[in-house]
T-cell receptor
């Protein structure tokens, strides 16, 4: 089945220790998104790729970076995680122009100790 | 005023009840209206989408849009325990960026 896969599902890191979350998709969608979702809150868009074009949200901290080496893969790098970065990180994909239906992965729950 | 407002609940109903979930929005440029369902510790999944004002039905689910009031609703008939989840409304502007604006989500529990 075509899908969005995120690894790992659970990630524990230490305060200030860099961490990388990965996302892959078999849908061949050209748009990929990273969201941060904290408990009882709406998913907050961090950035998205439109093909290789990177689009950063104005309020995304510099601590968060992303890479998209090819259509299928996208990475979220948190350079120096703080306690406030503990959250669920969701990857999503969509096909350009298709009313923006976004397909989400299962998420990676990040814990910062 | 936030772009999208959604009562976070929680909402608890008995099995078989009719559930009404709602969002209001302020930006009249929103043209696409979606409802996502998110089970605990899972990613959201698209449940329904609508484009125009009016009702759209899919099984036990009905999505309703009132653009004049900037108000959207999701009705669940004959609710089941398996409907227990958080329901997020999501809105999109036509011809704009590829971004969705999400509501906070309403946590629903259907009790057997």
């Amino acid at each position: 089945d075509a899908m969005v896969i995120q690894n790992p599902r659970y990630q524990v890191t230490q305060f200030g220790k860099p961490v990388t979350l990965s996302c892959s998709q078999t849908l061949n969608h050209n748009v990929m998104y990273w969201y941060q979702q904290k408990s009882s809150q709406a998913p907050k868009l961090l950035f998205h790729y439109y093909d290789k074009d990177f689009n950063n949200e104005a309020d995304t901290p510099d601590n968060f970076q992303s890479r998209r080496p090819n259509t299928s893969f996208c990475f979220l790098d948190i350079r120096s995680p703080g306690l406030g970065d503990a959250a669920m990180y969701l990857c999503a994909t969509s096909r350009e122009g298709y009313y923006n239906e976004q397909f989400f992965g299962p998420g990676t729950r990040l814990t910062v100790l | 005023q936030k772009e999208v407002e959604q009562d976070p609940g929680p909402l608890s109903v008995p099995e078989g009840a009719i559930v009404s979930l709602n969002c209001t929005y302020s930006n009249s440029a929103f043209q696409y209206f979606m409802w996502y369902r998110q089970y605990s510790r899972k990613g959201p999944e698209l449940l329904m989408y609508t484009y125009s004002s009016g009702n759209k039905e899919d099984g036990r689910f009905t999505a309703q849009v009132d653009k004049s009031s900037k108000y959207i609703s999701l009705f669940i008939r004959d609710s089941q325990p398996s409907d227990s989840a958080t329901y997020l409304c999501a809105l999109h502007t036509q011809g704009g960026s590829e971004k969705l604006v999400f509501g906070k989500g309403t946590k629903l529990t259907v009790n057997p």
